[in-house]
Every structure is written in C-alpha cells, then in structure tokens.
C-alpha cells in the first residue's frame, strides 16, 4: 500500500497510483521473468514524479515464449471506478523495438482528437513512456538487444468503462491506461479538468465549432427532454464552468450555450466560475440582489436569505409575483460574467431551470442558438 498523503478539507487523504503505473510495473516484471526464468512475487516501480512503488504481483503465468502478470490498482482514498481492478501485461521477445497492443478490456480509440490516432489501444502517452521506460530497463540489466512486444489486459475493464466518459470520447471496448505522474491523488480537481479538454479535443476534431455544456446530469436531461436538442454536441463541464469556457476559448470553438440548474447557475450570477459547494456559495445573496434589483422589497429579500434551497427561494419570489422580473435580473448577470470569462472570443448563451419550477429565463440569444443545434439533429437524421 502506498504510504503518501494529500491533505484536502481537512482531511488525511491517502494517495493510489494510476493504471499506468499497474501497467508499467506489469510490464517490467513480466520482462525480467521472461529474460530471467524466475519467478518473482513484487516489483519496484519509479514513477515520473519520483515516488518509488513496491508492488506485489497476481496471476503470474510463465509459458513457452511469454511471461503473463498483473498488478491491482490501488486508488486510495480517491473515488476512482478502476479502483481494485487487476491490470495485466503479457510480454514476448521481438526482433527490435517496444510494440504495445490492447487485450480484453482495453479500450480503442475510434475518433480524432485525442493523444493516440483512431485504431489504437488507448494508452496514453505517459503510461507508454513509463512501460518503455521500465522494460528498457530490464534488457539494460541483462545486456537483452532485441525489442518486446507488450499485450496489456484488464478483465472485467469492458464493463467497467460503461461507467466513464470513455463512450463519449470515442474509446470503445474498455478502460484506458492513463496518468502522467503515476500517482493518483484523492478528489483531483486537475483530473476532471482534463477529461473535461480531452471531450473537448474529440468534439472539435469531429468538426464541432458550437457547442452546448450542462453541469450535469439534469442540464442533459432537461436538454434532451424538453428542448429537444441533440446531446451530440454537449460537454458534461461539472462545476468547472471557468475551465470550460477557457478552454473552449482555446480550442477556437465558436460558442456555447450553458444549461443548467438554478441551483448550479446562479452562483455564475455573483462571477462564481466554479459552482462547488467547498469553493463559494452565494446563491441566496445573489437571489436577493436580484430580486431588489428588480424593485422587490427588502422583506421579501430577507425571507430569500433565510433559504435553503433555491427552489424555496423560487416560491417565495413566485407568491411576490416576483419570479419572472428576478429571473430576468440573474439571466443578466450571468451574461456579463460570461462574456468577461470570454472576453468575447466566445458567443455565450444560457438556459436555467428548476425541476419543480420549469424553464426559468434564458439570454437572449437562446432561441437562435437552439435552432441552431435542432437544425444539425434534424439533417443528421435525413442522411
């Protein structure tokens, strides 16, 4: 178990390591088994940022030509789907070279856009420089000149990859081999920021130029059920709107339409680019400027700050025959923070609602954009 923590919320948080460290170290000692002839029972791995692993090894298979096994990541005390899943590595002699392939339950990638081309295993390039790394070093230590040819393998990895963002990307058949460092860190933010860029990478390689983003499931949802648009063209951008927005400016995308909850949305009202609960609040403040912005009273407006969820505050708003005027005021507001994230290299647009209340107020431009998008679905179907 590896011994490294990370503090967050005030919380000791232990440390795992990536899936490709599971296949580096995999890799490395099915590669001295196979020079050596012995069997061994753990493997030491150095990680790009320096942190020496001691892992143990499962399933090893020593056969005529091949040396077969694995490594069980370890996520710590991260919430990470592969957490416990064993991840094999099969090693043959070549003549030259390093060659990696995918078996059961590694993923392919099938589009454009992210680090390996359509047609290859989705193992990401630090892991593939971890895995040559890690057998380089064993044909040193045994004066070995040819090349290998690595099989990595994750049972079970098929299923498990239904649960990620790898059918939105274009990965098919099982997880991928990711991490740069090596290590996993609890509850990395980093991390969802760069799944977030590499759905974008996809979308813009697939010829993307607007694009819609929701917060979450509910924002899809309300998408799909009510505005009837197409979920091809949506990112799943989570509290990081800022991000998104950065990088959607980046990648020369030419707009995007948000739409989301209230009570994910109307932190965007008080500039709050990252809706987490642990980074800001300010919902009920920002309902209450809103509200006496739009010539509500000051009752009323403490009433809103005494709540607790913003569909509490909408009813409140809707018995002051307040509701529509407020709307209006926080559509806006969040407009203006939008467009300064942007700095206008992005058309920007928003939809908010609620599940008890319905559609609540939308920018201007809204309609126009959802057009847009209904046009695409609807010629998409003709073809």
């Not at 998104?244 to 500039?271: E, N, P, W, Y």
């Not at 919902?283 to 739009?294: D, H, I, N, S, Y």
């Not at 009813?315 to 942007?342: C, D, P, Y």
Request: aromatic share 4%; charged share 25%.
């Amino acid at each position: 178990m590896l011994e490294e923590y990370r503090y967050k919320d005030k919380k000791k948080l232990r440390c795992g390591y990536t899936t490709g460290s599971c296949a580096a170290a995999a890799a490395k000692a099915a590669a001295q088994m196979l020079l050596d002839g012995n069997r061994i029972d753990a493997v030491e791995l150095t990680t790009p940022g320096g942190v020496l692993l001691q892992l143990p090894l499962s399933g090893i298979r020593q056969e005529n030509g091949s040396v077969t096994c694995g490594v069980k990541k370890d996520a710590g005390d991260d919430a990470d789907i592969t957490d416990g899943i064993l991840i094999y590595a099969t090693v043959r002699r070549t003549g030259r070279g390093i060659r990696l392939d995918a078996g059961e339950g590694i993923g392919r990638v099938t589009r454009e856009g992210l680090q390996q081309k359509p047609g290859q295993p989705a193992i990401n390039q630090g892991p593939r420089n971890m895995i040559r790394r890690a057998v380089e070093e064993i044909a040193d230590r045994y004066g070995y000149e040819g090349g290998f040819e690595i099989i990595l393998s994750a049972p079970g990895g098929e299923k498990i990859a239904e649960k990620t963002f790898n059918p939105r990307l274009g990965i098919e058949g099982g997880i991928s081999i990711l991490g740069s460092t090596g290590i996993v860190e609890p509850m990395s933010e980093a991390a969802l920021v760069e799944t977030i860029r590499l759905e974008l990478q996809v979308k813009a390689a697939a010829g993307v130029r607007e694009l819609l983003a929701a917060p979450g499931n509910y924002g899809r949802d309300f998408a799909s059920e009510q505005l009837g648009i197409d979920l091809d063209p949506c990112v799943k951008c989570s509290n990081f709107i800022g991000d998104t927005l950065d990088m959607a400016c980046q990648m020369d995308f030419r707009s995007l339409l948000l739409i989301g909850h209230i009570g994910k949305l109307v932190k965007l009202g008080a500039g709050v680019m990252n809706t987490h609960s642990r980074s800001a609040d300010a919902r009920m403040e920002t309902l209450a400027a809103c509200l006496l912005q739009a010539g509500g009273d000051a009752q009323t407006g403490r009433q809103i700050l005494s709540c607790i969820t913003t569909d509490e505050a909408l009813e409140i708003l809707q018995e002051a025959g307040m509701k529509e005027a407020a709307m209006k005021v926080l559509v806006n507001k969040i407009e203006v923070h939008l467009n300064h994230r942007t700095g206008g290299e992005l058309e920007t647009g928003v939809i908010l609602f609620s599940n008890e209340f319905g559609l609540l107020g939308q920018s201007q431009n809204a309609d126009r954009m959802l057009e847009q998008f209904r046009d695409k679905s609807t010629k998409k179907e003709s073809r």
